[in-house]
Each structure stands twice: as structure tokens, then as C-alpha cells.
């Protein structure tokens, strides 16, 4: 299961309701506003950038909408500096500059901007366009989530989770997480999910943690979808049914969920919920451990360690293996360990076998410990 998830970039907020409007009456909006925009009107300036930037009652032109948010945001429109600013950070219309789009988002957000506030504090946390700052993206993120931006309440509560640019506090991380999930930020219903499923700033609560899942999920959010798929599969929260579960596990393996391809190649390899299939077991581990996840690395090197679905091959299981293994997957290391103890695709070496069991013992696995105990014993 990933752990808390931020939400990303702001994309463009426009400020008409042109979307409803017939063809003719989109064309008849746009003249107007063409009209109020060439007599210096500053919001017609910015709303005509919008609808050249989004297409709406005329052909779409990033460039057009570049140079009529350059005239508002000169004039010191906050929305306008804010809209130039995505335009610079997506390289649409103008060509990709980070730096400027961080002088824009600093304008617009000084002037209360909530939308600009969220992007600047974005822009520290992961160091984009200026030098990565935790502090200053939790006080750029808490003004805007002050105003009530649901982004910036979600990434807020990452921050206070981990206690990234602020003292670590649980109970903090669940108060925004809180605010923003009950506006409907699907990252932060995922997130909030999390915190009731692993009882962190919060009494531990399957229940609650499917309920705040599942929102997300149905908002297709595929981490939440494959942490729905997790609480049908074990019953927790939810009555067990492990056709839900591979339902979910499919959703999010189908958007690319590394995780959920490897919970799904389980259900097949198992034939849980599912007709038993070790090809397509071996096809999305395969898919999983492409993309770096721990679980298809482990999972794909048993089927390669026992030639189930696939020719037997214990030099590539100990690869899959090892790749699990310095990721802190616990069984990895236990299965590394064996691997060198029984000289298994590898040479025999109970000295770093030892090692590797001693980790796995390190990670929470008994299994390890015994296995570390009893060789040196020996």
C-alpha cells in the first residue's frame, strides 16, 4: 500500500461560465469581452486569455492567451499573475521557465491569491524553479489552506504527517486531511483513509478507512482503489469478497497502479476471485516490477524461483529478489538470505546470508529472526 500522497501542480482556473453557452452565444461572449479587453478593461484582459487558452468561442491559441494575461498581470490582475504563471510552469504559449513562473505565483500570492499560494508552496516542497524549502512551502500552503484551498488542507497534512517543514503531529495531519476530504480532494480521502486504516492521529478504524477509500476511489483515484481492493480481500471494514477485490485491484492496475498489478497478479496466480491464470499472474507481476514496486519484484521471483508459469530460473529469482530486498521488503531479504544459505542462483555465503536474515529481523519478519537465530547457533 503507498504511503500519503500530495497533490500535485494547480492546473488553470478560468473565471467564465462560456462552457454552457450555445456555439453563437460562446461567439457573442467573446466579442464582448474582446471589446472590454481592447478598452483596457484588466478582467476582460485575463477572461479573454481564458477562453483563447481553453478554446472557448474561439480556436484555441496559447500564444493569444500568453500575451492577454501578460497585459492584465502587468496591471497587477492577482488571477491574471496567477494564469501567466501556469502558463510559464507548463510551457504553454511561451516557452517553459520556472523561475517565472515563481516570480508570477509570488505576485499573485501576495496579493491573498489562494490558487497562487498552493503553486508556490508546491514549488518549495519539491524545489522547482527555486531552492527546495519545507518551511517555506508549509507557510505558503497554510495560507492558502487558511482560505479553504483543499489542495493546499491535503498537502498541509502530508507536511504535519511527516513532519516535513513543521513538528511531526498526527492528530494535525488529520485535522486537514479532514477538511479537505470533506470538500471532496480525492488525495486527501485517500489520505485520511490511510490514517484510519493504520491508526495513525487517529483510533485505527477499518470501517472508516473503506468508507474514506472508497470516496476516493470512486473519484478514480487508483491508489485508493487498490487500498479498497486490499480491505475486500482481508475483510477489514468490509465483509470479505474477493470478487470486489480483484474488481478494484483491476480498476487501478488498468490506470497503471503499480501495487494493484501486483495484488492482481496474486488473485490470478492464487485463483482468488478469480479463475487461477499463472500466465497472466506472471504478465502483471512482470508489469509491477517494471515500474519499481517491492511487491512484483518479490511476487515475480517466486514464480521464477519455482518455474511456476515460467521456465525455473534461480539467478533471475535472486535478482527480483534483491531489487525487493534493498527496497525494506522484509520477505525479500528473508528469500535473499536463503537463496545464499542454500547457494541457490548464487554461490554459497551463510555469512551474508546472515546478513540478509538479520535485516529481514530488522524489518518486523520472525521468520528472519529464526533463520538468523539458528545459524548462529550453528
Not at 479532514?178 to 484510519?196: I, V, W
Not at 485508493?224 to 480498476?251: N, P
Not at 535478482?319 to 522484509?330: F, H, I, T, V
Request: glycine share 10%; charged share 20%; hydrophobic share 35%.
Amino acid at each position: 500500500m503507498p504511503l500519503l500522497k500530495i497533490s500535485f501542480i494547480r492546473k488553470f482556473i478560468l473565471f467564465l461560465a462560456a462552457a454552457m453557452l450555445s456555439v453563437s452565444a460562446m461567439a457573442a461572449d467573446f466579442n464582448q469581452v474582446q471589446r472590454e479587453a481592447n478598452q483596457g478593461v484588466v478582467e476582460a484582459q485575463d477572461a479573454l486569455g481564458a477562453m483563447y487558452y481553453e478554446g472557448e468561442g474561439v480556436r484555441q491559441d496559447y500564444d493569444k492567451a500568453v500575451e492577454w494575461y501578460t497585459k492584465a498581470a502587468n496591471q497587477g490582475l492577482a488571477e491574471a499573475q496567477y494564469n501567466l504563471g501556469n502558463a510559464y510552469y507548463n510551457g504553454e504559449g511561451v516557452r517553459q521557465d520556472y523561475s517565472k513562473a515563481l516570480e508570477l505565483y509570488q505576485k499573485s500570492a501576495n496579493q491573498g491569491d489562494a490558487s497562487a499560494q498552493y503553486n508556490l508552496g508546491y514549488m518549495y516542497d519539491e524545489g522547482t524553479g527555486v531552492r527546495q524549502d519545507y518551511a517555506k512551502a508549509v507557510e505558503w500552503y497554510q495560507k492558502a489552506a487558511n482560505q479553504g484551498d483543499a489542495s493546499a488542507q491535503s498537502n498541509l497534512g502530508v507536511m504535519y504527517e511527516k513532519g516535513t517543514g513543521v513538528r511531526q503531529d498526527s492528530t494535525k495531519a488529520v485535522e486537514w486531511f479532514q477538511k479537505a476530504a470533506n470538500q471532496g480532494d480525492a488525495s486527501a480521502q485517500y489520505n485520511l483513509g490511510y490514517m484510519y486504516d493504520k491508526g495513525q492521529g487517529v483510533r485505527q478504524d477499518y470501517a472508516k478507512a473503506a468508507e474514506w477509500y472508497q470516496k476516493a476511489a470512486n473519484q478514480g483515484d487508483a491508489d485508493a482503489q487498490s487500498s479498497l481492493g486490499v480491505m475486500y480481500d482481508k475483510g477489514q471494514g468490509v465483509r470479505q469478497d474477493y470478487a470486489k477485490a480483484v474488481e478494484w485491484f483491476q480498476k487501478a492496475a488498468d490506470q497503471g497502479n503499480g501495487n494493484a498489478q501486483a495484488n492482481l497478479g496474486a488473485m490470478y496466480e492464487y485463483g482468488t476471485g478469480v479463475r487461477q491464470d499463472y500466465a497472466k499472474a506472471l504478465e502483471l507481476y512482470q508489469k509491477s516490477a517494471n515500474q519499481g514496486d517491492s511487491s512484483g519484484q518479490r511476487n515475480l521471483g517466486v514464480m521464477y524461483e519455482y518455474g511456476t508459469g515460467v521456465r525455473q530460473d534461480y539467478a533471475k529469482a535472486l535478482e527480483l529478489y534483491q531489487k525487493s530486498a534493498n527496497q525494506g521488503d522484509k520477505y525479500a531479504q528473508h528469500y535473499v538470505g536463503t537463496m545464499y544459505e542454500e547457494g541457490d542462483g548464487v554461490e554459497q555465503n551463510i555469512i551474508t546470508a546472515k546478513e540478509w536474515f538479520g535485516k529481514s529481523c530488522d524489518s518486523g519478519n520472525q521468520d528472519g529472526c529464526e533463520q538468523y537465530r539458528i545459524l548462529n547457533l550453528e
